[in-house]
């Protein structure tokens, strides 16, 4: 079945620190991909998608490129800052379809 | 543009005891969707509604019923309130093609004794 699965965390970064979070799927055709982000206290919000193949989407600084061949949706931000800190959800949702598919969610923290 | 709203916020139940969550969107979206969050489990999905007058089962609708009951507004009913029900639980809302973002509402933190 289709499904999301992203690198575990959390995650503890400097200010300034190249990001990478690791999101792979699953899913038959061509899904679209998101990233949505959490922060404390809120409801997710989109941060970017993708919905075909070597798509970028990007946004605040963030990019991730839909790779057909890895079936890969890695989220990067060459240099993050505190406001940055949150909790970062991967999701799919197959073509045509009706149902979200999300992965488990990695927690971010940045220092100072 | 309130995007799409829940009522309560906060709950605290004892076992046993029925509640219905609420929920609503202003964006004229035909699908919209109930979640819970878990520590560690990410979202999973309960019951959705592609549009008006359907719904369906998600990965974990045992002990919850929904209704939608016009295009905007779609409720979440918890019978008899479990321990296990214990968690954050989010309404969503998207447009009918696949590329459409779903928009979350903010929450309702349920506990339940």
């Known amino acids: 079945g289709d499904s999301v699965t992203q690198m575990e965390g959390p995650v503890t970064l400097s200010e300034e620190a190249f990001l990478t979070i690791n999101c792979t799927y699953t899913a038959t055709g061509y899904p679209s991909l998101f990233w949505y982000v959490q922060y404390p206290g809120e409801g997710l919000q989109l941060l970017l998608k993708a919905t075909k193949a070597d798509d970028k989407g990007s946004n605040k600084g963030f990019e991730a490129t839909y790779r057909k061949e890895t079936t890969s949706f890695h989220l990067e931000k060459g240099s993050v800052q505190v406001s940055d800190s949150a909790v970062y959800f991967c999701?799919?949702?197959?073509?045509?379809?009706?149902?979200?598919?999300f992965g488990t969610g990695t927690s971010l923290t940045v220092i100072p | 543009n309130a995007g799409v709203t829940q009522t309560p916020k906060f709950q605290v139940l004892k076992t046993g005891q029925s509640m219905t969550l609420q929920c609503a969107q202003d964006?004229?979206?035909?699908?919209m969707y109930w979640y819970r969050q878990d520590p560690g489990m990410g979202l999973r999905l309960i019951y959705y509604?592609?549009?008006?007058?359907?719904?369906d089962k998600g990965e974990v609708p045992n002990g919850y019923n929904v209704s939608r009951l016009n295009k905007r507004e779609f409720s979440l009913r918890l019978e008899s309130a479990a321990p296990s029900q214990t968690s954050v639980y989010f309404c969503a809302s998207s447009g009918t093609v696949s590329t459409d973002t779903q928009y979350f509402g903010p929450g309702t933190r349920l506990t339940v004794l």
């Open positions: 964006m004229n979206h035909n699908s």
């Open positions: 999701a799919l949702i197959p073509k045509g379809g009706n149902q979200f598919y």
């Open positions: 509604s592609a549009s008006e007058g359907t719904t």
